[in-house]
């Protein structure tokens, strides 16, 4: 048999169980008879450019190193968010410098988008490698697959934290409004999981509100004053990216921001300008909370259920890879809700790449500030059980490359 070579890489932001399923990747290559050493690149794509590659093959035969990064936050390799141009041929000289024969890649809608160009230039170049796309995003977002790897955490991470901030703000006799902001660009999967929250004793939150429905600063003041009537303590949570009804950002209309590699809008603070809107309009005290890189990076308190389909979805992307498949993307296919199943299918890249997944209308409530109980089942099995974290110390024991 002649055995070939692979090559990982992480792109994107991190999650708290990316390296699960890099963890994944790494023990179904190192198990597979079709190939000989698994590399990492460092950086992502950036790493494969530069030659920054390591081999991963002798220090994760060690289970107890394998399980050590299954459970360690951020990217193990690092990231990169590079929109890839014309640097093919230099890419694929470099796969073959390094008798690479498979190419995983994990990340989310940017990364498929690296995955579907280098599959092209694979496909028209007759290049064997056989190129295979792991879905993960906090965000949700990715086409076609039931959910991505690194949600399931970051949504127990918002709710739970959720709660810990309405009890907090239940201690004083007056009026308080929160403000809670996390990320979601365009889809509002994240704040919608702060619904799950709730458990009956604890309402919070109050109000969400999701970038799928358009932003009206006005209803927004109204829905506040309403709640205030009722109640003292009111806890509100709203995406990164809400927008007006011409599609403008919240966030660009009071302050100027960048732009990243892809030409997205750099988002973050809506919540501080809002909070401002909200005392000078009402006189009410008002606190606001960015979540930002916490909810990405929550490995202590990350979903079982979560982390151990992120290390499932890395082996089977090797399966898949093995099978011959390539200019694929491995995701989930849902059976059942109650009780939760999914299995991993793969599909073509073409059709998930540069594609967005919103949260449906129809799980959003006709007041346009709350989801339905058909999202809370949705989401409810994904945040479900507690990963084994090791200690050290008395704080969490991570490895580093």
Not at 94 to 111: A, H, L, R, W
Not at 152 to 165: D, L
Not at 243 to 271: P, Q, R
Not at 339 to 355: F, G, H, L, Q, R
């Amino acid at each position: 048999m002649l055995r070939k070579n692979a090559i990982v890489g992480q792109s994107g932001g991190p999650t708290s169980v990316i390296n699960a399923s890099l963890a994944g990747v790494i023990n179904g290559c190192i198990k597979a008879e079709e190939i000989d050493r698994v590399y990492g690149a460092v950086y992502g794509i950036e790493g494969v450019l530069n030659e920054n590659i390591i081999d991963l093959t002798d220090k994760f035969s060690n289970e107890e190193e394998l399980k050590l990064l299954k459970v360690t936050p951020a990217s193990y390799l690092g990231s990169c968010r590079r929109k890839l141009k014309d640097e093919f041929k230099e890419i694929f000289d470099v796969f073959e410098k390094y008798d690479i024969g498979y190419f995983f890649y994990i990340g989310g809608n940017d990364s498929m988008d690296t995955v579907m160009k280098l599959s092209h230039y694979a496909k028209d170049n007759n290049i064997p490698v056989k190129i295979v796309g792991v879905p993960k995003t906090i965000d949700n977002d990715l086409e076609i697959t039931d959910h991505t790897p690194g949600f399931g955490s970051a949504a127990k991470f918002v709710a739970t934290t959720i709660k810990e901030i309405a009890h907090d703000a239940d201690v004083y006799d007056k009026t308080l409004v929160t403000i809670i902001e996390t990320m979601g660009r365009n889809a509002g999967w994240l704040t919608a999981a702060s619904a799950l929250a709730r458990d009956g004793i604890i309402d919070a939150p109050h109000l969400i509100y999701l970038p799928e429905i358009d932003f009206d600063v006005e209803k927004f003041i109204d829905d506040i004053v309403a709640l205030s009537k009722t109640r003292k303590n009111i806890v509100v949570v709203v995406s990164e990216g809400i927008s007006d009804k011409n599609g403008e950002y919240i966030l660009n209309l009071y302050k100027d921001t960048g732009k990243d590699a892809f030409g997205h809008t750099m988002l973050s603070g809506v919540c501080g300008i809002l909070a401002d809107i909200v005392k000078k309009r009402t006189g009410f005290k008002v606190k606001n909370v960015e979540f930002n890189i916490l909810q990405r990076c929550c490995s202590h308190i990350s979903s079982k259920t979560d982390c151990d389909e992120a290390f499932e979805i890395g082996t089977k992307g090797v399966e898949a890879a093995l099978k011959g498949e390539t200019g694929c993307m491995v995701y989930f296919h849902r059976t059942s809700n109650s009780p939760y199943a999914c299995e991993v299918k793969s599909i073509s890249i073409d059709k998930t790449a540069n594609a967005v997944k919103l949260v449906p209308k129809e799980w959003i409530t006709k007041e346009q500030n709350d989801v339905t109980k058909e999202f809370i089942e949705y989401a409810l099995p994904l945040i479900q059980g507690e990963t084994e974290i090791t200690y050290e110390n008395g704080v969490p024991k991570y490895t580093v490359r």
